[in-house]
């Protein structure tokens, strides 16, 4: 690996570091103020079908908020469409 492409690595893993620190903060802050409004969960953002899902991912990707998409697993990256389970399906405590 030449320098360029680590020094490359480490600036793109420090960003990431922060960006995840920083929805981090947010989330705990929003948590908070749920708490204080009456709400004491939050709501779940993982899709019924991928409910304890080992393949759900669930990270959204893009440079903007209207360009964002979520990427919800590498088998079906808008999620399970079809009616009932998912074929793919695995536990969480599976291998």
């Known amino acids: 690996m030449s320098v360029t492409d ?5 600036a793109n893993d420090l960003c ?10 947010r989330q705990s802050k929003q ?14 953002t993982r899709p019924q ?10 990270v959204a990707y893009g ?3 209207a360009k964002r998409c979520a990427l919800v697993c590498a088998i079906h990256p808008q999620g399970w469409q079809g009616g009932g389970g998912c074929p793919d399906w695995r536990s969480e405590g599976e291998e």
């Not at 680590?6 to 480490?10: T, V, Y």
């Not at 990431?16 to 903060?25: D, F, I, N, T």
């Not at 948590?31 to 779940?44: D, E, M």
């Not at 079908?49 to 669930?58: A, D, M, R, S, V």
């Open 16 to 25: 990431r570091r922060r960006a995840y620190e920083q929805w981090h903060r």
């Open 49 to 58: 079908p991928c409910q304890g899902c080992t393949n759900y991912h669930g």
């Open 6 to 10: 680590e020094l490359f690595h480490r």
């Open 31 to 44: 948590q908070i103020l749920r708490s204080q409004v009456g709400f004491q969960s939050l709501p779940p």
């Open 63 to 65: 440079t903007s908020q």
